[in-house]
């Protein structure tokens, strides 16, 4: 039983070794060196790509101080938002605006 769990933990930290920590290191100091936030805007009672599509003029023009972008993923019929937290505020109302029943 002893050798099961010495193995079990050896593999465990081999493959916790394989990951990459510097890549995700990096995406996270680029976050925070930019100020940006990604958020997962989930949709319940519209479509999300169509949202988007009616929403993308909003995204480019003031009030938004920074480069805001949104991806749509179609299976979780959800917005993939980065945006500092101001935008980020913004582009939350505009899709509660969006999903409405």
């Known amino acids: 039983m002893r ?5 079990l933990v050896v593999a465990l930290t081999l ?4 990951t990459d920590p510097a890549a995700d290191n990096a995406a996270r100091a680029q ?7 990604e958020r997962i805007l989930p949709f319940q009672h519209q479509s999300a790509v169509m949202a988007a599509n009616q929403a993308r003029a909003e ?3 003031p009030p ?3 480069e805001v972008k949104v991806q749509c993923d179609r299976r979780t019929n959800s917005w993939i938002v980065t945006a500092t937290a101001a935008d980020m505020a913004r582009v939350e109302a505009i899709a509660a ?3 409405q029943p």
């Open 31 to 37: 976050s925070v060196a930019t100020g940006t936030l």
């Open 64 to 66: 938004m101080e920074g």
């Open 59 to 61: 995204f480019g023009r």
């Open 15 to 18: 493959n916790a070794c394989r």
């Open 97 to 99: 605006r969006f999903d």
């Open 3 to 7: 050798k099961l769990v010495t193995l």
